[in-house]
């Protein structure tokens, strides 16, 4: 389980996070919306450990993210709008480097069968600067998915796919929520967060101003809420 | 609230005594001060010179040690204290160079030379003229002030090397010894020991209350920054 | 050690850091060689300043590309989310850069006695000694820089301004100690300014390594 509680983070009088108070349940996905500038980013950078908060904790399972941040990120895959990879390696090459990272033991075997199961099996040995935006995110997943982590942190990872790459990383986000994996997903598609959400959650202002199961609505209805959320956040 | 009423008063007491030391310095460097018998009148200068390096160390001084408890403590305070405190160290250290060159032309016959202290100051000031461009490139945030706070510890921990590999260049010492704590021969006249403490005294007045001043505007600069940010989220 | 190899290997592929660098290296000990009188003794004279001028600037452009790969596709992220602590990411960058460099430096070295008709051979070991020593230093400060500069504005142009004014105590050293090599000074006379090159190598690593958690925080 993961508890936020009262997370800040400011510059003097700059605000990303007001406070923010936020619990997400093991095993289940967490899609969070909200217009720019609601301190999505800013959260997820310290959920990843990458940003320190100003005030406030973020606690596993009762512990603390920074009190062994290193065991920590063992336990963290992280898929971005940015892919992490370099150009001029291969895919192979990437993974492998990655592992060695992570200290993967049986390095090659991993390797291989994420390889395929991305459907990157013939292309290993070719330069990811040959990759199109798809190809490169799938590998980007596989590189995720190295180490097995158990808690998913996927910061606009739709940004830039076309129509057939972005219905397949919607297919891997169901995948991984269906193996209990505790998934935390930020994007703008309001329909595609909603279709694999278990619950949702709408920032505005650096504070949770809506949260709610995802069951309970329709994709109209959601869309609903959510402008008049931040419609009604601008106003008060 | 835009101004603090208790340290407005400081920075009007200061203020008063700074005007009132100024025209007293004047009259003691100029007037009461005994002409000194090999170098004559350019000598005075010396009363403007050596506070000015005084202050201008002061001020890279403060800026590192702030930098530091920045660092640590995160807290904004700190390094806006250590950019004030920089910027003024910047200009003294203008001064010192400036007012060097004024003297060493008709006492060594040049405007310039290698001398270590000279050389120290003058790579001091091309150290927080950096500083200074380094704040001017990066974002106003939280980033920005670590990446100047790192600058400005790696900074001054320079300074002494500089020194230290200088003088081990060769023997080009040419700058007077320091008259204070220096040898037996080397002290001051009363009157003239008298005029240098006052002017010393004036000009650590005079750096406080720029410092005073500097921190208010820098202050009301980002309570007005602040403000036009909520109004431009309020308009959009 | 991963970190390097990958360094290494990503620059093998394109080649376009150390074959830029080589050829500025090249171009500034040219350059020198025409605003001086080729073979005066003047030129002679300033033979080590001219080599630490070459070596600097083509050290510069190396570091400026060091950090540049890291950023472009969020590399440096997926590098500070592995689970090891920040600091070993300082290190291996180092590394890779002092062997950057020095790779550049060992191939700028032929030409640069050819031009200059140096005899070189005798003070070649002290001459390694200095370069690496210095190198080192280079790597430690640039290494730091280069990951701020590469988060600034203007990228490229903040390295050089913040990395010189700094690196002139090392530069220092190494002029002077690669002078009196060229005149045929042994280990002996040299010591001095191998022992404040290791101090000054030693207080920047650690300074550069403290401090370099606080400029990859996002």
Same mark, same amino acid.
């Given at each position: 389980m993961i508890d936020v509680r009262n997370l800040t983070k400011s510059f003097g009088n700059l605000y990303a996070l007001r406070g923010l108070n936020l619990t997400v349940s093991r095993g289940t996905c967490l899609t969070i919306f909200g217009p720019n500038g609601a301190g999505k980013s800013t959260f997820i950078r310290i959920l990843a450990t990458l940003s320190k908060p100003t005030q406030g904790e973020i606690r596993i399972e009762g512990k603390d993210i920074f009190a062994d941040a290193e065991q920590y990120r063992n336990r963290l895959g992280v898929i971005a709008?940015? *892919? +992490? #990879? +370099? @150009?001029? #390696?291969t895919a192979r090459e990437n993974l492998v480097f990655y592992s060695k990272l992570y200290g993967i033991p049986d390095r090659d075997a991993t390797v291989n069968r994420l390889l395929d199961e991305v459907g990157l099996g013939k292309r290993g040995? @070719? %330069?990811? %600067? *040959?990759?199109s935006r798809g190809m490169q995110q799938r590998l980007s997943i596989a590189r995720a998915m190295l180490h097995n982590p158990d808690i998913l942190l996927l910061d606009e990872? +739709? *940004?830039? #796919?076309d129509q057939h790459a972005s219905e397949m990383l919607t297919g891997w986000i169901m995948k991984l929520r269906n193996d209990k994996r505790t998934i935390i997903l930020i994007t703008h598609d309001l329909a595609q967060g909603l279709e694999v959400a278990d619950e949702v959650a709408i920032f505005l202002r650096g504070r949770v101003a809506h949260s709610a199961a995802a069951g309970d609505f329709s994709n109209k209805e959601f869309q609903q809420l959510y402008f008049e959320t931040v419609a009604g956040g601008r106003t008060n | 609230m835009l101004t603090d009423s208790k340290s407005q008063r400081v920075e009007n007491v200061l203020g008063l005594l700074l005007f009132l030391g100024m025209l007293m310095t004047l009259y003691n460097v100029f007037i009461y001060a005994p002409t000194e018998k090999s170098m004559g009148d350019v000598q005075r200068i010396f009363y403007f010179h050596v506070p000015s390096a005084f202050i201008a160390f002061l001020g890279f001084l403060v800026c590192a040690g702030y930098s530091v408890a920045f660092l640590i403590k995160r807290n904004h305070r700190y390094d806006r204290v250590a950019y004030v405190s920089a910027e003024i160290g910047v200009l003294f250290s203008t001064i010192v160079l400036i007012t060097g060159m004024i003297w060493a032309?008709?006492?060594?016959?040049?405007?310039?030379?290698?001398?270590p202290r000279l050389t120290t100051m003058f790579i001091l000031w091309f150290l927080y003229i950096a500083y200074l461009m380094l704040r001017n490139f990066t974002g106003e945030d939280e980033r920005g002030a670590r990446f100047a706070a790192v600058f400005a510890i790696i900074a001054s921990a320079d300074v002494p090397i500089v020194y230290m590999s200088i003088r081990w260049w060769g023997d080009r010492m040419m700058h007077p010894k320091p008259v204070l704590m220096g040898d037996e021969d080397s002290g001051l006249a009363p009157e003239m020991l008298y005029t240098f403490l006052f002017a010393l005294a004036v000009f650590l007045i005079l750096y406080f209350y720029l410092m005073m001043l500097r921190l208010r505007q820098e202050r009301t600069a980002e309570i007005l920054n602040s403000m036009k940010k909520n109004l431009a989220l309020h308009e959009e | 050690m991963t970190l390097v190899y990958k360094d290494l290997l990503s620059e093998f592929r394109s080649r376009e850091t150390i074959s830029s660098m080589l050829v500025f290296s090249m171009l500034v000990v040219a350059i020198f060689n025409f605003a001086f009188d080729p073979g005066s003794a003047y030129a002679q004279q300033a033979a080590p300043g001219i080599l630490w001028v070459a070596f600097t600037f083509s050290g510069i452009i190396g570091l400026n590309r060091s950090f540049v790969h890291e950023v472009d596709k969020g590399c440096l992220h997926g590098l500070l989310l592995a689970?090891?602590?920040?600091g070993a990411i300082f290190f291996g960058k180092m590394l890779g850069n002092l062997i950057f460099i020095s790779i550049v430096e060992l191939l700028t070295l032929p030409l640069f006695a050819v031009f200059f008709n140096l005899q070189t051979l005798q003070g070649l070991p002290q001459l390694l000694v200095v370069i690496l020593l210095t190198t080192l230093g280079f790597s430690a400060v640039g290494t730091l820089f280069s990951a701020i500069s590469v988060n600034t504005k203007t990228r490229e142009m903040m390295l050089p301004i913040l990395f010189l004014p700094v690196v002139i105590p090392i530069l220092l050293a190494a002029v002077n100690a690669t002078a009196m090599i060229f005149d045929g000074k042994g280990w002996n006379d040299i010591s001095d300014w191998l022992r404040l090159l290791a101090a000054f190598d030693l207080i920047f690593i650690s300074l550069a390594y403290l401090t370099f958690g606080f400029v990859v925080e996002e």
């Open positions: 709008h940015a *892919t +992490y #990879l +370099y @150009d001029e #390696l040995n @070719d %330069r990811v %600067r *040959t990759f990872p +739709y *940004t830039g #796919l | 032309r008709p006492i060594w016959q040049t405007w310039w030379t290698w001398d | 689970p090891f602590e920040h």
